[in-house]
Each structure stands twice: as C-alpha cells, then as structure tokens.
C-alpha cells in the first residue's frame, strides 16, 4: 500500500511541477486608442496587464480580474486572440503558456496589486517604450500591432 501511495504522490508532483502552467496576458485599449502597460517590480520593466488562471476560473475571468488587480481598469469587451505563446525561455521565473487577448478596457487607472506592479501608464503606439519590455510582452505586442494571430 505504502508503494502506491509514495507513487501517486510523485505523480501528483509532477503533474504540478514538471508541467507549464496557463495565463493570461491582455493588451488593454483604451476608449481614445492608447494601450495601457504596467511597470513591474520585479524588473523594473513594462509589460502587459496579466497573470495565471486560477482553479476554476476561465480566460475572460482572469483577464477581468487581473486587468482591475494591475490597473484598476474594467474590461468591456475581449475583441480579439492574439496568439498563444508557450516557448520555454518566455518566463523566466517558470515554463507558461499564455493566452494574449486584445480588449476594451475603460475607468480610472488604480493598481490593486502593489506587491507586482509599480505604475500603470497608457501610450500611444507612437510612444510605446519599445526596448524594456518584461517576459515576451513586446514580441505580443508587436504581433498585436501587426494585426496577425500567433502560435509560438
């Protein structure tokens, strides 16, 4: 008995630990067109508003509350896929896979979520910090702006 046991726990384990674990990344536009970044603390980076999905929660529901933890923004309406993004080396903190989404976001700039984020700005595409992006976020980003669906 104590063998199975010992072997289920280790299955369980690896199913946690040895598996990529699914997020969402949203690309927040803004009623007059800017896109709304948030500055992490970790890096010091910019990078979009985003984060895992919880037990239990699907894609439009994380990205509604993460896009309100990391901005203090409400997310209208989820308008597009961007791609899916799983590429080993695109987190350096865990392998992830993350579903980026282009969306309606409007209201008042609050960020819930000290501990993570540091400031939250919008940008016109002209003003975007292209350069000093966290994580993959330009690569989303720029194959936001190019107008393509992507699977990497």
Known sequence: MGGRVWQYIKTVMGVIFRHPIAGVTII??????RI?????RDTGQWGLPGGLIDWGEDIPNTAKRELTEETGLTLLRIRRLVGVYSSFDRD???HSISVSIEAEADG???ILDTLEISEVRAFSIDSLPLGDFSHDHERQLQDYLRGVTVIA
């Open 36 to 40: 709304v970044l948030v500055r992490r």
């Open 92 to 94: 350096p903190r865990i």
């Open 108 to 110: 008042s700039f609050g």
């Open 28 to 33: 927040p536009i803004l009623p007059d067109g």
